[in-house]
């Protein structure tokens, strides 16, 4: 009897030490099931946004580049795409090759979209480019003589722009002084008989020299070393409705990373580059 005992003993402490063992593995949790560590839902991501941006090299593309930190600090990495025309910037930005463009006012974008019915939209207005008449024979506008050669920008908008500075001048008179369609069938009253000759904008910065005068976008006056401010015989008013506009395509006004971009264009920063980089040429928008 003392051995069955002492043998039934022997069993149920073995048992009981079993069971211990077996609970406590049940309460440790697998490895394969730990908790990953949680990633805080606040983290601002460091991941720069890429925005293309057609531009005019001067002074368009100088203020992008110009801006770049700026950008940064936006979270928002610029590529500037440079053209030396009007044309081109529309159409790759319609074409969705660009996300943006910076170089165009108000009247020529709103022609631009009826004669080529491209779909584009203004977000905002960045400077003013004052249009100013120059000559490298005469001082002053009075000194302009009869039958002069004057040229032009042929697009609708700055050759309308054109002739309203010279009607604003006492120069010529237009049948309305504020059409902004104006062409020279609209021209009333020419007392000097200047001859006007309608060129591509670009070209205007460098064959005034070879006629009496030349009326030219301050961006290509600016390319040739000429400053509007300094440099010119008249100059448009600085209440000039004809302010350089960020651009999208119809659509994207509200795009949160393109009103960024706006943001910077006509932030304190931007004003101050504009200011001294182009001492006058060219004037931010208040």
Do not use: W
Not at 8 to 13: D, E, G, R
Not at 91 to 99: G, I, N
Not at 176 to 199: G, L, M, R
Not at 205 to 233: F, Q, R, T, W
Request: aromatic share 6%.
């Amino acid at each position: 009897m003392k051995r069955k005992n002492l043998l039934a003993l022997v069993l149920l402490i073995g048992s009981l030490i079993l069971t211990a063992c077996g609970n406590n593995a049940a309460n440790e949790k697998p490895a394969e099931e730990a908790k990953p560590a949680e990633t805080t839902e606040n983290t601002e991501s460091t991941e720069l946004v890429k925005v293309k941006i057609g531009t005019n090299p001067t002074p368009h593309g100088e203020v992008i580049d110009g801006l770049k930190d700026e950008f940064l600090k936006e979270g928002i990495e610029v590529e500037n795409v440079e053209f030396t025309d009007y044309i081109q910037p529309n159409l790759a930005l319609e074409d969705k090759d660009l996300d943006l463009n910076y170089y165009q006012h108000q009247p020529y974008l709103e022609a631009f979209n009826e004669e080529h019915g491209t779909h584009l939209a203004p977000l905002g207005p960045v400077h003013v480019e004052p249009l100013a008449l120059f000559s490298a024979k005469y001082k002053s506008i009075e000194e302009i003589p009869d039958g002069a050669e004057i040229v032009i920008p042929n697009d609708t908008s700055n050759g309308a722009r054109a002739l309203i500075l010279l009607s604003k001048a006492g120069l010529i008179s237009l049948k309305d002084p504020s059409d902004i369609n104006a062409t020279e069938k609209d021209i009333v009253d020419n007392p000097k008989n200047f001859k006007f000759t309608a060129i591509e904008a670009v070209e205007c910065a460098k064959a005034y020299a070879d006629v009496d005068a030349g009326i030219i976008n301050a961006n290509y006056a600016i390319e040739e070393n000429l400053n509007p401010a300094k440099d010119s015989i008249l100059i448009e008013d600085a209440d000039s409705p004809y302010a350089n506009l960020l651009v999208s395509r119809e659509g994207d006004e509200n795009n949160e990373v393109y009103q960024k971009v706006l943001k910077v264009l006509q932030s304190e920063a931007a004003k101050k580059f504009i200011e001294e980089k182009f001492e006058g040429a060219v004037v931010p928008v208040k």
